[in-house]
């Protein structure tokens, strides 16, 4: 049975949730995390999720939180 349109919404954004709680564990803030709006509204395969832009100093944070993951 394929999902609803707001099954994958709830899934995607359910999956921002978890990321940004993880991230906030990490010490990390991606202040433009989201569910795509864009792929959100279309039929198909779940939304995307949305990352969005950082400044370098988050960037060079979440690097090292991905070095010490290893």
């Given amino acids: ?13 359910e ?3 978890q990321l940004r ?4 564990r990490a010490g990390v803030t ?3 995390l989201r569910v ?3 792929t959100a509204a279309g039929e198909g395969a779940l939304p ?9 100093d988050t960037a060079l944070r ?4 991905l070095e010490g993951a290893r």
């Fill in 21 to 24: 709680a993880g991230l906030t």
């Fill in 1 to 13: 049975m394929a999902l609803t349109a707001e099954e994958r919404f709830r899934a995607a954004e």
């Fill in 62 to 65: 979440l690097a090292t939180v």
């Fill in 30 to 32: 991606l202040p433009s």
């Fill in 48 to 56: 995307l999720v949305e990352l969005g832009r950082c400044n370098v």
């Fill in 15 to 17: 999956a921002v949730r």
């Fill in 36 to 38: 795509d709006p864009l």
